[in-house]
């Protein structure tokens, strides 16, 4: 017969088991501004994904403001971020000053990940080249394609099945993420693809074999601001078109799991170095707000502008434990 511990603890180590989240390891939660500003073509996905990442956020232990506000890109505003999730942004997004900025935030091992037309915007600022790897260049029509993990010791991959197919625009890029310092993640067979664009007779120039998702250790940005102690991270993926995706959690397990390697990175106030970043412990989140609830930012930006999530790290919600003490209760019935 079992113990009541040993039927407790069974439960419990099904529990975690189920809990798929890595949360970031901070010390404080990193707090990650989600831009989706657009200047060209723009995804009817971009409400699903913040709809998504505000959902998923506090399992993760990351506060996210979300925002297509470009003058939050300040010396005086940015210090504040320990990331930037671009989520299919495109076309120049940020002017000069702004690109500036952003430029030296960077330097001063600020964090990116990015996903989707993310890698069609800012084309001519080289900071961002660095940061994101490659650039977009052209994708043939959306079909179901199959998208394979090169290894599945990585958190972005972690969870993603071996052969994964669904219906997803597949990018071409115009030069090798590889070139830029990244390990690919996530490989497409191109071979496999309606693309008469594309030739078999002609190599890929974004390298062999064709990558969707990667990141990058040490982003090539040349030179590191005094008093940061090195280069964030970067992460990216072409993945996420579709609302449909957005919506699983194979592709949020995905986006989260590099998001989250990157912040580990450690190279902001909330792993408690950098010079920037969140080194302030959240006030407890207030009570449940309606959907697309605002509030202002300490800068002074309108409440239109930014909108806050809370974050509360959690390896399993209280339902699940309270279904892991019931059934320990029913075993020893």
Not at 5 to 34: D, E, Q, Y
Not at 298 to 321: I, N, R, W, Y
């Amino acid at each position: 017969m079992f113990s009541i511990g040993a039927l407790l603890t069974t439960a419990l180590a099904a529990t975690v088991a189920f809990a798929k989240p890595n949360p970031a390891s901070a010390p404080v939660s990193p707090r990650v501004l989600v831009f989706t500003k657009t200047e060209g073509f723009r995804h009817d996905s971009i409400p699903t994904a913040i709809e998504q990442l505000r959902k998923y956020g506090p399992d993760y232990n990351i506060l996210f403001d979300f925002s297509e506000d470009a003058t939050l890109f300040s010396d005086a505003n940015m210090t504040k971020y320990d990331g930037v999730l671009f989520v299919s942004t495109s076309e120049n997004i940020l002017d000069g000053d702004q690109q500036g900025v952003f430029t030296k935030w960077l330097q001063s091992g600020g964090v990116y990940s990015g996903v989707h037309l993310a890698c069609g915007t800012l084309q001519n600022m080289t900071a961002y080249k660095a940061a994101v790897g490659a650039l977009f260049d052209y994708h043939p029509e959306q079909q179901v394609a199959t998208f394979s993990p090169l290894t599945k010791d990585h958190p972005a991959t972690a969870d993603m099945p071996d052969q994964w197919s669904y219906s997803e625009e597949v990018y071409f890029f115009q030069s090798d993420p590889r070139e830029m310092g990244a390990t690919v993640l996530v490989t497409v067979d191109k071979s496999k693809l309606n693309n008469p664009n594309d030739s078999p007779d002609q190599p890929d120039i974004a390298g062999t074999p064709h990558p969707i998702a990667w990141y990058i250790e040490e982003p090539q940005y040349n030179y590191t601001l005094q008093g940061a102690p090195k280069h964030g991270r970067s992460f990216f993926t072409s993945l996420g078109h579709t609302n449909e995706v957005w919506q699983t959690d194979t592709f949020m397990y995905h986006v989260f799991g590099g998001l989250t390697w990157a912040l580990d990175g450690a190279s902001t106030r909330a792993y408690q170095v950098g010079i920037i970043g969140n080194d302030t412990t959240p006030p407890p989140p207030p009570p449940p707000q309606p959907e697309n609830a605002t509030s202002s930012s300490s800068d002074g930006t309108s409440k239109a502008d930014v909108t806050k999530s809370s974050a509360s790290p959690s390896f399993g919600s209280a339902g699940l434990l309270a279904a892991t003490f019931a059934l320990g209760a029913a075993l020893l019935l």
